[in-house]
């Protein structure tokens, strides 16, 4: 089992089975692992401030948690307007923003940003996964 298909089942065990997704290649093990899992219904939206709008949306029409999937930095950084209502708001959202593979974050790639530093104004959490052990 690798860390994609640990975080499927800790969302599943607290209750978030719909997941708001605009992927790109390096959340692939992640859509994978959403595939596998017929109990986790996955939504694509082909922009990030549709997906979360939709999670925003989601989880204020039903009061349960949504999460959303989005690609790298740039794409949590075009749905933080979104993310930031929400927190206001006080919905529960949880964001995935995947990131390039552990061996190309040296080569500071076009993609690559400071993750943490762009979630944490609009989260009241934010964690790094490095690997499957670090899924709780």
């Known amino acids: ?3 994609a298909d640990v975080l499927c089942d800790v969302l599943l065990a607290n209750g978030v089975n719909v997941c708001f997704a605009n992927p790109g290649t ?4 992640f859509v994978a692992a959403l595939d596998r899992k017929p109990e ?3 939504v694509l939206g082909l922009f990030e401030g549709v997906v979360t709008g939709a999670a ?3 989880a204020r029409m039903t009061d349960r948690p949504a999460a959303t999937l989005l690609h790298t930095g740039p794409g949590l950084a075009n749905g933080l307007a979104n993310i930031h209502n ?3 708001a006080r919905v529960p959202m949880i964001n995935i923003v995947g990131d390039h593979a552990s061996y190309h974050l040296a080569l500071d790639a076009p993609l690559t940003s ?3 530093s762009l979630a944490a104004p609009m989260s009241r959490w934010v964690r790094r996964i490095d690997g499957p ?4």
Do not use: L, Q
Not at 26 to 29: A, G, K, P, R, W
């Open 114 to 116: 400071d993750i943490e």
């Open 1 to 3: 089992m690798n860390g």
């Open 26 to 29: 390096s959340e692939m093990h």
């Open 40 to 42: 986790m219904r996955c």
């Open 86 to 88: 929400a927190r206001r």
């Open 133 to 136: 052990d670090d899924v709780e």
């Open 56 to 58: 925003d949306g989601y």
